[in-house]
């Protein structure tokens, strides 16, 4: 492959860790790319997944993959850093956010006039001296589709659900294959990512099949200790979705399903996840393979990596969830908004959270959102690794953004 100087970093991007998803492949663990021959040039990062574009980066500064702009299927790829092709550093290896949703490996700096990407490594890389990689894995409906009949097709396989995550495992096990070649040590990975793949890490450590694959772990707003569905609730949400594009009932269900544009089943994917992330329908759960219990009992039993794990959050971060949606400006708002999210238990939460002790009611709804979605998940994650054994560090980031979310 033939890569780029960037400074004094080189980077390769858009290399293929897994062959594309498309037809066939859609629904179905990842595959192996087969190759190429001659030199590939590896000068562009790879598409992103199929999704719904995000409120919180404008459709017109989203990644353009080839051939469809709100992702595609041949997105099995990765994007490697590094300063020399001739040491063994320490490898670092980044999942991305978005809900297990949305989001890239590629995604755009979201603020008008300021260029690049999100997560371009070439100074973590420069100034620290690690391998970085990035990646890309299917998402929404596409990397989390529990349907049944999908535990029939592979008997190698005989579970539903987690394609994304077996993707990531997918993309780890191509770091431990290739990475020395890139002047990666394959013996010390780190795997870290933030939101969903803060979430994703620690599925990863509580996934057995995953343990050999990496050596330490960085989760940055999120744990993944609170209940995930079973399968039997993923295979209602996959009917759901099955019913909604017409085919249901059909004799070959996932075969109507694979020959349906990936457009047609983003349209139906359904809007209850809110403004910024639009549905959160899709998502891990137990199926009995790439997670054979609930991630908290695979800590509680001594069934999680035992490696050093740093874990965290940030203050005030439930002002994400509240993007696009007009701000409570009164406590009666306020106590709507925590009925409306909460029902009987709004009471309790605005005892913990009573508006007076806030700024503006918008302040003391952010304060309860962002510590249930992430906060409180990520401290239960951090008590239960620390109690199976692994060395674990918990940090609380407090510095204000220092700009303006236009």
Known sequence: IKGAAQGKTLSFKGISYGASTEGEGRFMPPSKHKGWTGVREAL???????????KLIPESMAQQPKGDANGTEDCLHLHVWTNSLNDKRPVMVWFHGGGNQQGAAGDPVPFPGVPGHFYDAHVLAGERDVVVVTINYRLNAFGFFAHPGLATEDAKYPYAGNQGLLDQRAALAWVRANILAFGGNPKKVTIFGESAGSEDVCLQMASPGSHRLFHRVIGESGGCTTRLPTATQGAS?????AA???????????????????????????PSGGEVIPTLAFG????????????????????SAKVPYLVGSNSDEGTLFLLGTPPVTSEAAYTAALQARYGTLADQVAAVYPAASYATPQDALARAFGDEILVCPTYDTARRAAAAGAPTYLYNFAREIPITIL
């Not at 562009?44 to 995000?54: I, K, N």
């Open 44 to 54: 562009e990062l790879g598409p992103a997944s199929p999704q719904v574009p995000s």
């Open 237 to 241: 949400i996959a009917g759901a979705l």
């Open 244 to 270: 909604a594009v017409g085919c249901s009932g059909v004799t070959d269900e996932l075969g109507c399903l694979r020959q349906m544009p990936a457009a047609d089943l983003l349209a139906h994917l359904p």
């Open 284 to 303: 891990p759960v137990v199926d009995g393979g790439f997670m054979p219990k609930q991630p908290r009992t695979q800590f509680d039993t001594g069934r």
